[in-house]
């Protein structure tokens, strides 16, 4: 029983940073229409620079305030100077140019920071474990399982009831009407890329402390982030909700339940989920 | 379409003697370099069958590039250790695999395509890394001797750079001739269709679905045959021959060379491995200009270098390209 609940937990936790990344990823997608391949690495960025602040001025919040919006902004040069050229062209081509932006920024950050991993320690006030039936549990992870949802109930509401999420959402269904009647949507498409890239660093400013920080990161989440994008459906928030949740508890159940045939367990559900429901669980249907 | 293919005889006869030629003056290393050139370049080929003829970005190619590895490597160890059985469990095995997987993924086309052949890819990959008891686990299959070749009743070691180099070029120009009258025959013509307008295709009577699978398996052979090659070149089968970030290696090198011209992905392959040894003689950081180099070619070369070289020379000469 504590086994079962200790499982639940580590799963919503690795689910909640998925969704961080994943929030990013499908608003991207969903209004842009560009699938981001250098979303993993935006993501281990943020780890980094998190981890260089603590170093410096040895707060981690001011890691989580400063950080994010660095790649936020490198991500807006990215997008202006980068993408934008490529618009015109087959979706392939902006797949391939994020791929080599991945390529670039993986290896940087090796040669910046070396190829080992790093540590950080949370934050005092969430250090520490708290008592848990019998057992302990730490209380980072806590903290990460309720900041997932909050951060994205804000998002939707941001979508759902603002003027400037209306905007966005209206120029995503129809980029050149939303043109017509006044909206600049080529700024905007910097701005939405930057938000992304900057819920990306988010994410990974956040991960942090709840696993350690290394050159590989940005590779590992940024397949499971595709899954969860691709089977809750592309640019729909509760699919990117659900998606994270199924593939954290795949992670943590799967790790103690099946260990040999864990790693397959997202590719065998991504499978399943596309062969019967091709737009995924939450995406409208071709 | 039969005019030009005619006019491309020349150079690839030309290329095909200096390659021929190559031993007689190139270093060893050189020709190292080489023969891992022509074995990437067959595997970038069949990726291209699919992605540049067909229209369809699979990134799960490794999967049966290192599937072709394995099924090379097991048939050398547990069955007959002839070359020739070893490459045609390679041939058949990938085949099969790239027909249950392609029956399955062909229903689905662009991103989705590309994100559910990542998905079977990875599964492969995870049966080669997990399952220690068969293919050796994260160590790889390194547990083999490569068998010599009986030509004429002359028994001809492998293990010399110069055979195992012609035996590579023979097998890979073997299989490029193969996909070269494969994209001009009626059916090249009938993927093309699809790739264009799969609707269109499906208005005049084919069967679309059929017609990706065929170009799927085709691809998936040739790349089991790659890897059946691969493998011998390294004397190891390892599982991270079939990762995905292995397919993208066949990804970034057809669009390095062109996707939209027969050879271009064998000339990515060439530019590729070139730089990757010239790069990697100053710095370890080849990654980083790797990155850099794509970026800039898919801005400035949206056709490949191959494909922009080719662009260039034949502009004004001929009409609009067909």
């Known amino acids: ?40 690495s935006l993501f281990m960025l943020g780890a980094y620079l998190s981890m260089q602040f603590v170093r410096w001025v040895g707060s981690f919040w001011i890691g989580l305030l400063l950080g994010p919006p660095i790649v936020a902004g490198l991500s807006i ?5 980068l993408l934008r050229p490529l618009y015109g062209r087959d979706v392939s081509f902006q797949l391939l140019l994020t791929f080599g932006v991945m390529l670039f920024l993986d290896d940087g950050v090796r040669l910046i920071w070396g190829a080992a991993y790093h540590v ?54 129809d980029r050149q009407m939303a043109e017509i009647v006044g909206v600049r949507v080529p700024a905007m498409f910097t701005a939405v890329f930057g938000f992304g890239a900057w819920l990306a660093a988010l994410g990974g400013a956040l991960a942090a402390p709840h696993q350690s920080v290394g050159p590989a990161m940005g590779e ?39 260990p040999d045939v864990q790693m397959a367990l997202p590719y065998i559900l991504l499978a399943v989920i596309l062969l019967t429901r091709p737009r995924g669980l939450f995406g409208a249907e071709a | 379409m039969r005019f030009r293919a005619r006019g491309d005889v020349v150079p690839v006869l030309l290329i095909l003697l200096a390659l021929i030629a190559a031993p007689f003056f190139l270093s060893i290393y050189g020709l190292i370099v080489l023969t891992e050139i022509l074995t990437m370049s067959l595997f970038a080929l069949s990726f291209n069958l699919l992605f540049g003829y067909t229209g369809l970005l699979s990134f799960g190619q490794a999967g049966f590039f290192g599937a072709g590895a394995y099924f090379a490597v097991l048939t050398l160890i547990h069955g007959p250790g002839s070359l020739w059985a070893a490459l045609a ?35 492969l990959f995870t049966i080669a890394h997990n399952w220690r008891s068969v293919t050796g686990g994260s160590d790889g299959l390194g547990n083999f001797t490569l068998p010599g070749l009986n030509l004429f009743g002359h028994d001809i070691s492998l293990f010399h750079p110069v055979s195992f180099y012609f035996l590579v070029l023979l097998i890979a120009a073997l299989g490029a001739l193969l996909l070269w009258r494969v994209v001009g025959s009626p059916f090249g013509l009938l993927l093309r269709g699809t790739r264009e307008n799969s609707l269109r295709v499906s208005f005049v009577g084919a069967n679309v679905r059929a017609v990706r699978l065929f170009a799927f398996i085709l691809a998936g052979a040739l790349a089991g045959l790659a890897g059946a090659l691969f493998a011998f070149f390294n004397r190891i089968a390892s599982p991270e021959m079939l990762h995905w ?30 730089l990757e040894h010239v ?11 790797l990155g850099a180099i794509l970026v800039v070619l898919v801005l400035a070369f949206p056709g490949g270098v191959l494909g922009s070289l080719l662009d260039r020379l034949t502009r004004g000469r001929k009409g609009p390209p067909a």
């Open chain 1, 120 to 173: 950080v320690d949370p934050p005092p006030l969430l250090s520490g474990v708290i008592p848990f039936f019998s057992q302990s549990y730490p209380v980072y992870r806590l903290f990460l399982v309720v900041l997932g949802p909050l951060v994205g109930i804000a998002l939707w509401a941001f979508f759902a009831f603002t003027r400037w999420g209306k905007i966005l959402r209206a120029a995503a269904m």
């Open chain 2, 89 to 123: 469990a390679a041939v058949i095995g990938s085949a099969v695999l790239a027909a249950v997987i392609g029956w399955l993924c062909v229903r689905l086309d662009e991103i989705y395509f590309a994100i559910l052949t990542l998905g079977f890819g990875m599964m």
């Open chain 2, 245 to 274: 970030s292995f397919s993208g290696k066949a990804v970034l090198m057809t669009i390095l060379g062109g996707s939209g011209v027969f050879l271009g992905p064998a000339a990515g392959a060439a530019i590729f491995f070139v």
């Open chain 1, 77 to 81: 040069l990215l997008e202006r100077f």
């Open chain 1, 220 to 258: 590992r989440i940024i397949i499971e982030s595709f899954i969860v994008v691709v089977i809750g459906g592309m640019g729909s928030f509760p699919g990117a909700f659900v998606g994270a949740l199924i593939l954290g508890m795949l992670n943590s159940f799967g790790t103690t339940l099946l």
């Open chain 1, 1 to 40: 029983m504590e086994g079962l609940l200790a499982n639940v937990l580590n799963g919503l936790s690795w689910g909640m940073l998925l969704f961080l990344i994943s929030m990013g990823l499908t608003t991207i997608f969903g209004v842009m229409g560009v699938l981001n391949f250098a979303h993993g």
């Open chain 2, 279 to 289: 790069i990697t003689a100053y710095t370890t950081n080849w990654m980083i200009f």
